[in-house]
């Protein structure tokens, strides 16, 4: 008897999952295991594969094991091309991965400026914590990224903003101690 429900109840998961496969309103899907053709090709950065894929009804918006979706991985490469497609295609720009990063996070905490203005210029949120309460400007401040800090203050990032340990952009300056954050900071607000 246990083994019939054990077997009845591998049985279900296996088709609720299979099933999340073949919704073509599923916002995100993550996939576990080798990656199917589309986070292949999007990680390869291979637009003329993607938009097959996309035409034949695969989810653009799928995700990979860290839970980074199509525009994570194509802002972290650097890839132009792929994320002005994905946002054609309304892939999520807010999308946040496990750890609650997004695009703009990672490219924040990359040091790519160009990157970080591109998604904040095609719409991309400013101010979306992460899982520590961590926001982009908070990763520029820690980092030192002057140019970084300035443009998500001139964004609108919220200056005032604490993490869940209750700690602000501006004391996320002073421990990196590069020249001009902290007074970008105060200008914009941050106490």
């Known amino acids: 008897m246990k083994l019939q429900q054990i077997a009845l109840s591998l049985l279900i998961a296996v088709a609720s999952f299979t099933a999340s496969f073949v ?46 979706n199509g525009i994570t991985i194509a802002a972290r490469n650097g890839n132009y091309e792929i994320l002005d497609y994905l946002l054609q295609v309304n892939t999520p720009i807010d999308h946040q991965d496990k ?23 095609k719409g991309a949120s400013v101010d979306i914590r992460n899982g520590r309460g961590l926001t982009p400007l908070m990763a520029a401040a820690r980092a030192g990224f002057l140019d970084l800090v300035q ?23 002073r421990d990196s101690r590069t020249p001009g954050v902290e007074q970008v900071l105060i200008q914009a607000g941050a106490q």
């Not at 703009?104 to 203005?117: L, N, Q, R």
């Open 23 to 68: 919704n073509p309103n599923a916002q995100a899907q993550t996939v576990i295991g080798a990656d199917p053709e589309m986070l292949t090709a999007l990680k390869r950065g291979n637009l003329p594969k993607i938009k097959a894929l996309v035409i034949r009804g695969e989810n653009p918006a799928m995700t990979d094991f860290d839970g980074q």
């Open 99 to 121: 750890i609650g990063n997004t695009a703009v996070f990672w490219a924040t905490e990359d040091g790519d400026y160009d990157m970080v203005a591109y998604l904040l210029n």
């Open 151 to 173: 443009l998500l203050v001139d964004h609108g990032a919220d200056v005032t903003i604490h993490d869940y340990t209750g700690r602000s952009p501006l004391d996320w300056a």
